[in-house]
């Protein structure tokens, strides 16, 4: 409970303190982990402020031979620019956010079913002279997953939100 405190606070602060901008217009690219994979597109709002969509599929189960296909997933975050330093090559940031993540997936050990829930982040990037930002997040998610079909099923808490939060996600996306 005391993480959701500094968590708030984090964000609070981020809304009341303009950081130094990284802002642009718009981003696009992909989103790898060992969770999955996603396009990525971001748009800013203000100068310390933007939203960041992201779609594509989650590799629970498919890596180690579990099952075949992977399940989908969609997020979406708004995002605060806390810390900024511009350097000759580039600008370091450091961000978080808050939003939702939706999608078909599934939890080890179980079957397939519809998700949602929460979705915080905590990022750090680096936006380089040319139009490329480098990023490094972690996303946690706190929702709901439901398995089976009918009335045999169940709504469980969607664990893999937890757990694949400290899976690191590599971030690459084109600026224009």
Not at 132 to 141: E, G, K, N, R, Y
Request: aromatic share 14%.
């Amino acid at each position: 409970m005391k993480y959701l405190y500094v968590y708030i606070l984090l964000l609070v602060s981020a809304a009341l303190v303009p950081g130094t901008g990284t802002a642009q217009p718009r981003s696009v690219g992909g989103v790898f982990s060992f969770s999955g994979a996603e396009v990525s597109y971001q748009h800013s709002n203000s100068e310390s402020t933007f939203f960041e969509i992201n779609a594509g599929i989650d590799f629970c189960g498919v890596l180690d031979g579990q099952v075949a296909s992977p399940g989908v997933r969609a997020g979406f975050t708004y995002n605060f620019n806390i810390w900024g330093h511009e350097f000759g090559t580039g600008v370091f940031s450091v961000l978080a956010g808050i939003g939702c993540s939706a999608g078909y997936v599934r939890q080890t050990g179980m079957s397939f079913g519809p998700m949602a829930g929460l979705a915080g982040k905590i990022c750090i990037e680096y936006l380089f002279k040319v139009p490329v930002i480098l990023s490094l997040d972690f996303t946690p998610v706190l929702g709901m997953h439901l398995e089976g079909q009918g009335s045999g099923s169940l709504l469980k808490v969607y664990q893999e939100g937890i757990i694949k939060a400290y899976y690191p996600r590599l971030g690459i996306r084109y600026v224009f």
